[in-house]
Each structure stands twice: as C-alpha cells, then as structure tokens.
C-alpha cells in the first residue's frame, strides 16, 4: 500500500486527474489476491477494480502494441521534441 501512495503522489496531474475518474485497474497474478481491490479501495480512496483477464491482459496489450509501432514511434518522437523546447 506505502508503494502505491508513494506513486500516486508522485503522478503527474493531468494522469491524477484521469485516475480519479477512471480509477485503478489491477492486472496480474496479484490482482487475484482475495481482497486487495477492496483494500486498496479503502486506502487510495479511488474506484479500484479487477481487469477482465487479469492474468494475459498484460501480454495481449504489448502484443497489440507490436502492431501500432508506427504510431508508438511517432508519439515518442513528438514526445522528445516537445521535452526539448
């Protein structure tokens, strides 16, 4: 819990603000933890919630990404421009 207070201080705002309307979604083995969202509810003070495939949502997301490249390398590259202004 310390780790993900610690993180969500340390969250830039506009990601802060996404964060409190959204809320967290837990991917992973852990995420299958009994009771963690609700905890993590009660701790973060935010919408907490189990992704639908928790253990291959992770996987299935880089390898969609694997198909957007172009556009991963756009973005990034707009990112660095942007950053050296």
């Known amino acids: 819990m310390a780790a993900v207070k610690d993180t969500l201080e340390r969250t830039p705002p506009e990601l802060a603000a996404d964060l409190g309307v959204r809320g967290i979604v837990l991917a992973g083995g852990g995420s ?45 590259k707009a990112q660095r421009k942007s950053r050296s202004r």
């Open 32 to 76: 299958l933890l009994r009771g963690l969202d609700e905890k993590l509810r009660q701790e973060v003070g935010l919408p907490v919630q189990v992704a639908e495939s928790p253990l291959t949502c992770v996987v299935e997301g880089a390898g969609r990404s694997l198909d957007e490249l172009e556009t991963l390398e756009r973005s990034a």
